[in-house]
């Protein structure tokens, strides 16, 4: 199954071209969803990892703790504090990945927290301050 | 058969011997399916509506009461943020956009909000020092419990519709009307639709200065017609005005409004503002007003207009059964449709304001008098000191 996570790094401790590496040697389909990597200081990548066994994905997990990647997965990243939350619906607008809809029956809003890459835009749409995001941490 | 016709006095007795029938406005434009305005009229006496919105002009009244020695209070700050103080000695103005110099994400609607929870406010107050009022300066905490009035007095509020917003440029707009993406990506828009105050009686038969309204979880009065106060926009067959038209001057007692339906709200890159509960009781007094009461989504249009271009000029027209549908079809384009005001509290405040009248603990009553028949909305011209005074 495929997992969205964000990988933070410096250059400093990280000099292995790690994307390769987690293709070559550890079997795992990479999709970049957003990479913002300033060239000699640090990267943050929003990556899907897709493998057949799960065990190989927890491999390379594993691998990249190691050499000093930083590796969350993003359902853990978006937060919603639904006590505070309306229901205003402001939020449902922005959000291109279907993460959070609106049922239109109930009239409340709905996340589904695997959907999420990230992007930011529910954090600076909500009047009421529901959402953090704390991408390439 | 002759013309069902109620008077408001009535409706007021049939509520007394609890015999009223009273539903929301989404009960009554579910009926309007099925049954014609003459059998609503027979059939229901009064209709709840209700919204939970942004309303930026807004703002509280407050006495501090008086120190002693006394203070004429001049410069006034609530935890940092200026408070209005160009009124008499410890009387001032919180506005809910005033925004706190150094945090700009939170200013009057959130000492509003603060208060109204009974929370404790840091003050902080100048004057010049008079031979009545001596004191220059003062700082102490103050609260619900120990100031003398707290009276929410919002100069616009309950606009009749409003238009949706799309932004053509290439860059996200931030905006009072929310986060507008890039390329027509998504439409907001505000208004509750058949539930939404002001289009369950556009012509303001039963609505005037005076009457009761549900106002932050208490009972308030409209104290005027609002600023901006437009009867000129063009109105669709239902009577229903295109876009942002009539507006309401509200006051009511901020000791008894309630966390739940005051809260404080902010904008990103465009500041605070304050989402307040409102909501009228209508009588249906005959064919006429059972026609409006039931007016469904599919019947209130509003125009989608730009924000990415000057003066924001309308290049649509939608209904809210569209807008509400979540998506909305422009020039075969699917654009993803989103409200900025809750409809699910619309509905709780629509069905709370319902079992208050059936309860008679929400008065009903006619206006002491009418909206204004004609007024229009002026711009503002730019004239230098040069050119002077004409």
Known sequence: MAQKYVLGYDSGTVSEPILWKLIKDFNIEVNILKASISPGLEGSLLVELHAEQNVDIEKALTWLAGIGVSCVSVAKRLTWDEEKCVDCGSCTGVCSSQTITMNRETWKIQVDKDKCVACGNCVKACPFGCYTLNFGE | ?390
């Open chain 2, 1 to 390: 058969m002759g013309e069902i016709k109620k008077s408001w006095d009535e409706i007021n007795q049939k509520i007394a011997s609890g015999s009223a029938v009273v539903i929301t406005a989404e009960e009554a434009a579910a009926m309007s399916k099925e049954s014609s305005p003459a059998e609503i009229a027979k059939k229901v006496d009064v209709v709840t509506t209700g919204t939970f919105g942004a309303m930026c002009s807004s703002g509280m009244f407050i006495n501090f009461g008086h120190p002693e020695p006394p203070i004429r209070m001049e410069k006034l700050t609530l935890e940092g943020v200026p408070v209005f103080g160009g009124i008499a000695a410890v009387d001032a103005y919180i506005g809910a956009t005033e925004v706190h110099p150094d945090i700009s994400d939170f200013g009057g609607a959130h000492l509003i909000e603060k208060l109204i929870a009974g929370e404790e406010l840091f003050l902080k107050a100048q004057g010049k020092g008079t031979d009545c009022y001596p004191r220059k300066e003062i700082e102490t905490y103050i609260s619900k419990e120990t100031v003398n009035e707290m009276i929410m007095c919002n100069p616009r509020n309950a606009y009749q519709n409003y238009p949706a917003a799309l932004n053509s440029t290439n860059k996200t707009l931030y905006t009072y009307m929310g986060t507008l993406l890039p390329s027509m990506l998504n439409i907001n828009y505000s208004t509750s639709g058949c539930l939404s105050p002001l289009l369950n009686d556009p012509y303001f038969r039963t609505i005037g200065i005076g009457s009761p309204v549900f106002f932050g979880g208490a009972v308030g009065s409209i104290g005027w017609n609002g600023t901006q106060f437009n009867t000129k926009k063009p109105r669709n067959e239902n009577g229903i005005p295109l876009s942002n038209a009539a507006t309401l001057m509200l006051i009511g007692n901020a000791k008894e409004m309630k966390s739940d339906w005051i809260r404080a709200a902010y904008y990103y890159k465009y500041g605070t503002t304050l989402y307040i509960g409102v909501g009228f009781a209508i009588p249906v007094l005959d064919e006429d007003m059972a026609k409006h009461i039931s007016v469904r989504n599919d019947q209130i249009e509003t125009t989608i207009c730009d924000y990415g271009l000057a003066g924001h000029p309308g290049i649509a027209k939608a209904n809210y059964e569209e807008l509400m549908s979540g998506s909305f079809a422009l020039n075969g384009k699917k654009i993803r449709t989103a409200p900025l005001s809750s409809y699910r509290k619309a509905r709780v405040l629509a069905e709370e304001l319902k079992q208050a009248v059936i309860a008679r603990n929400f008065p009903l009553s006619p206006p002491a008098r009418f909206f204004p028949e004609h007024s229009a909305v002026k711009g503002l011209n730019i004239r230098t000191q040069k050119e002077g005074n004409k």
